[in-house]
């Protein structure tokens, strides 16, 4: 089925014409059609039957969401979804990542025909909540009596008593690594019980050779989570703390690493803009720690030919003391525009998408869906293209949230990003720059 896509305008001139330029895109389900907002709006009504059971009459309802292309699996949910709910219709408002948060904001304050809130960041969450922009979800889940307990992370959208948003989509930290690079190494695969002490420690028996020929043993993104989340990973901290010095020994870590070699500078990641992915599916990169979601580019990118490593995945290492399975991760949710005026359809919607339906959907993509009974991890690893040994990688004792749903969070992740290179580029030093994010931290939430 060919989906009514609409592509959201840039933004520009003053921002009423933008919000005024929203209010139509996300209302509209043909580009073309200058009348289309009007004939929606017209053609919108309750999916529930009329008391002489007649057949339903048709709803749209309009589902902004970021970067179509790149998220197949949101096209199945939707074809699955119109084919079990024939009266309904999802119009879909597809906006550039870059973009997404800044505008979906605008249509929410702007009061847009906007009916299904997909959010792209679950910490930005709380800021919709507090202004009234999500329904309250309780009654809902209560009435068709879902099973919560098979929602990663479904308490922490409770806010204030109310449950604002499902969880959709799960991701979590594993370690990727080369088979080949260890095969001619002799050293043996990373198991699903390892240390970073013992990661750091293969990091450099994997790292060999110089110049444009070199090996690394192992690799940290540039992302600040990519060291700081190992800080957080036994569930006793969060970024929200104001005392920093609990991150020390993982920064002592990556500096150590940096300084000997064995992973990749970060300044030459920054000033190259090099993304994780390419130094891995090129084979010069013998480890990885990165999210869940790279196993379905990998799958892709080795179906096209457009690498041939020979991949695999262990579960994240772990901080000494820890107990193995535990890892970082983030849950994206969907929830219900408050101001829709058609609540009960896209109820249907977000319970199909975020349940068992729609979490086929997205394991059929490769996706780990956030809606987990016995079968998900199973059914992941049996993917074509998945390696062998995957559902027990992919097994977890614990999941911490890498940032918690709290309304500072976005303010605080962004300072620690800021402090992040200061360190990584050795302009500070980490206890100098670890006090600065603390005293930052206490006048961001006010302490």
């Not at 594993?174 to 390892?194: C, R, T």
């Not at 969060?238 to 870590?253: G, K, N, R, V, W």
């Amino acid at each position: 089925m060919k989906k009514r896509t609409t592509k959201a305008m840039a933004f520009g001139l003053a921002t009423m014409m933008a919000a005024t330029t929203l209010l139509a895109g996300c209302g509209t389900s043909n580009a073309n059609n200058a009348n289309n907002s009007k004939s929606n709006s017209s053609s919108k009504s309750s999916s529930k039957n009329d008391s002489k059971g007649e057949k339903a009459e048709k709803v749209t309802l309009t589902f902004p969401l970021w970067d179509l292309a790149s998220t197949p699996y949101l096209n199945d949910i939707v074809d699955g979804f119109e084919a079990k709910h024939e009266n309904i219709k999802i119009n879909i408002v597809d906006i550039a990542a870059s973009e997404y948060v800044s505008k979906l904001s605008t249509m929410l304050n702007g009061g847009a025909d906007c009916d299904i809130v997909y959010i792209k960041d679950p910490d930005g969450t709380p800021s919709f909540a507090d202004k009234g922009q999500l329904e309250d979800l309780t009654s809902y889940v209560e009435a068709d009596g879902l099973d919560t307990t098979k929602f990663v992370g479904y308490e922490n959208f409770n806010l204030d008593g109310k449950q604002v948003v499902l969880p959709f989509k799960t991701d979590y930290y594993v370690l990727y690594y080369n088979k080949d690079i260890f095969d001619a190494a002799n050293v043996a695969y990373p198991s699903n019980d390892m240390t970073w002490t013992e990661w750091e420690e293969m990091s450099g028996k994997l790292t060999s050779g110089e110049g444009s020929d070199k090996i690394y043993g192992g690799y940290l993104h540039t992302w600040q989570a990519c060291v700081q989340n190992w800080a957080v990973q036994d569930g006793k901290h969060t970024i929200l703390d104001t005392d920093y010095s609990f991150m020390e020994p993982a920064y002592e870590m990556a500096l150590r690493m940096q300084e000997a070699g064995t992973i990749m500078d970060y300044s030459t990641l920054k000033t190259g803009n090099i993304a994780y992915a390419s130094p891995f599916q090129q084979g010069t990169v013998a480890t990885l720690p990165m999210g869940s979601w790279f196993s379905s580019t990998m799958i892709a990118k080795v179906k096209a030919g457009e690498t041939d490593v020979n991949w695999a995945i262990a579960t994240l290492p772990h901080p000494d003391g820890v107990e193995a399975g535990s890892t970082i991760g983030s849950t994206t949710p969907m929830g219900i525009n408050a101001n829709s005026k058609y609540k009960e359809e896209a109820w249907e919607f977000i319970k199909y998408a975020c349940g068992e339906e729609g979490s086929k959907k997205l394991i059929e993509n490769g996706q780990m869906s956030a809606y987990q009974d016995d079968t998900t991890l199973t059914s992941l690893a049996a993917l074509d293209g998945m390696p062998e040994g995957a559902a027990e990688a992919l097994a977890t004792k614990s999941i911490v949230s890498d940032r918690p749903i709290d309304s500072n969070s976005a303010e605080v992740n962004q300072m620690l990003s800021e402090e992040h290179s200061l360190i990584m580029i050795g302009e500070k030093s980490i206890g100098d720059v670890l006090t600065e994010m603390s005293t930052r931290s206490k006048e961001i939430q006010g302490k």
